[in-house]
């Protein structure tokens, strides 16, 4: 029997060669693997042939080596981090079949010292978290679910900062994969077509003047069939999958999201919310439409006019009153 020490290093090899093939992009002989991961040229067959039982296709081709010809669409953690450029995230990835929340789990892992950066990622939850106390359907195999951890030093009242950055990261990261336009609609939706395909649900453990840390909590509908989706969605929902006939490969997904979350965040620290904000704008679209918005407490209609320096939506009442909306259900009339 292996324990876990001999099992950490197998991954870690794994993710080595993982690594060389994605680097390389051609042929690797195996006497060039077994110098470089210094291991004999058993061990690198042994690791070829554990590979291939993930579902990675590499071919052997005679007297040259082996080539990776296809990944496995299987989220695991050296897939995800196998020659990631990021610079603060998904340094540590951990990726779970199942679990209620990973908002939950990240939760738990950043209160117990996780750094920042560490992602936690699941095939599948039993009790995904929604916005305003809802539920997040999220069958195994189709779709994203994942939470990430951060430790800024900002205060408090600037943790949506983050909520909009994440917002711009998805959208940017849904263009870039499925060559789709997708509008953000305030505060955190992601809709393609009019229809919501993602959804953002960030939480925050905090001190009266400091964060400890927060937790971006990221759900993108990818693959879902309409077949799979509840009868009791209050707003009309879609998946990537629908909106193109194509399937989104979760993996590529996933690292795209990463890196475009870590260039963000990298220009976030240094240049402050700013750039953050225009893009937000920019990418929402929301100015000057006339919108209703179901409030917590109150049923208001307006025209919007931007948001605020606390991500309030601000929205323009007839007779002149300017409402700032901080938390809420928008629909555009
Ligand atoms: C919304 O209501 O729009 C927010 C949905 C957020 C869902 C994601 S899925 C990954 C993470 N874990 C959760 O339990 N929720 C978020």
Redesign the pocket.
Known sequence: MRGKAGQSVDRAIDRQILELFRERGSVISGGELSRVLKVSRTAVWKHITGLRGQGYRIESLHASGYRLVESPDVLTSAAVTAGLSTDRLGHQVICLAGTG????EAYRLADQGAPEGTLVLADA?N?????LG?S?H?PPGVNL???LILRPSIPPVAAFQLTFLSAVAVARAIESEARLRPFIKWP??ILVNGKKTA???NEMSAEVDRVNFIVL???VNLNMRADQFPNDLRHPATSLFLETGETVNRLSFVRTLIETLDDLYDRYLRDGYDPVRKEWLERSGMVGLRVAVDGTTERLEGVVMGIDDSGALLVDQAGGTVARVLAGDVRIL
């Open positions: 929340s990973t908002n939950l939850q009790q995904g978290k929604g916005r809802r997040w999220s679910y994942c939470s955190n939706d959804g953002l649900l909590g990221i759900g």
